[in-house]
Structure formats: C-alpha cells, structure tokens
C-alpha cells in the first residue's frame, strides 16, 4: 500500500531518534528520500540501516514532485527526513506532503525532534502560544516582517545562521526595543549547547564579539509579556 512517512531525524544528537523511527526506516519503507543523501547516509549507518535513497531538496523539489508520487501510486512505501529535526519545518517537505493528499496517498508523520521546541521551553518565556516565523528573509522584506512582530501579543521564535545572528539581533533591538526579553539558542542537544537568556540589548552585547557557530534559535517575548512600564 502507497505511504509517505515523515521522519523527524536528530538535530545533533544522534540517540534523539526514536525506536519507532528506526523500525519504519529499517522494516516499512521501500525508499528513503532525504534532503542531503550523504548526511542521511552517515546516520542510516550509524543504526545500520541499508535503504536505497532519493535526493529531494530546495532545487529540485518541483521537478522530483511528479515522479515520487508516481512511484508511490504504483505502491511504493517511502520516507522523507531531512538533515535534522521535523521535515517541513524550515526544510523541504510541504510540497510533497500536499501533492500526496491531492493525489489520495496516506500521509503519515511521526513526532520527534524538532529544534524551536526545546529552545522555546528553555527560553523562560510564556510557551503556552507562540508565534513561529521560521527563517527571515535575507534581503527583500526583512525589515517588514519584523515590524508586523512589534505588536505580537505571543512569544516570537526565529531561527538563524550564525552569521546573520548579530545583525538580526541588531534589528530586532531597534524595532521591537532593546528591553525586550529574549533567548538565544545554539548547538542544541551537542556538547557545546548554549542557552543565553537576557534582554535583545543584553544578547546582542553577548555575541557582537564573539565567532559564532552552529544553528540559531531565537525566543522574543511577545507585547503582552512585557511590562508596561517597560514598555512605555
């Protein structure tokens, strides 16, 4: 029977997959189609799974689209997991998964790792709604989209490169205000994990001056959360 499975795969460390996970990808699934086949390849490895695999990333998604649910159609059973964390979470996965439920294919996804979970829950910051915007744009509408954030009344989670991290931590002090509350998290679940916690003023002191590495988490606290005096 066709399936697509979406398969959360670790952020960095490597026993945060789960037993469920590994059964689908070792016993369940004819195919593995992975946003980089060579990091895929290293933990299909690492649990000593031999699957064949199929690259679907950002520049080939629209062509891949057709053939993938055609091969699913004809009964194939595959999976998609992309470099870390929750497939279409930031990552290639949501034109797939629509074009499975258009052409009536089961859609399955399993839960698991996924980064902006932890670093929102560590932040200190209200968790019970939030707003995720995913990556900025580079360029074009950056400046918007930050902005429309100035009135959010929930807690605001961005991810980040690390070296656009300065410059984002600048702009959201001069438009949403340095006092805001805000965390910044990096290299989650590795061993140099660091969750920095302070105001956007305070965090963009912090990283200024410093080589960053790793992937970003940020957590701003939302209108409501700040106190009014503050906020005067």
Known sequence: MSKLTLVPTPIGNLEDITLRALR????????????DTRKTGLLLKHYGISKPMASFHQHNEHRMLDQLTQRMLSGERMALVTDAGTPAISDPGFLLVRACIAAGIEVECLPGATAFVPALVNSG????????EGFLP??????????AMLDQPYTIILYESPHRLVKT????SAILGSHRKASVARELTKIHEENARGNLGELLEIFKSRDIKGEIVIV???????????DE
Do not use: Y
């Not at 931590?169 to 959201?172: P, R």
């Open 138 to 147: 580079h360029k074009k509408g950056r400046q918007k989209r930050i902005l």
């Open 24 to 35: 689908i990808l070792k016993e369940e699934v004819d195919l593995v189609v992975a946003e």
């Open 220 to 230: 701003v606290e939302g209108k409501n959360s700040i106190n009014p005096e503050d």
């Open 169 to 172: 931590l600048e702009q959201l």
């Open 125 to 132: 910051l209200p968790a019970d709604r939030f707003v995720f």
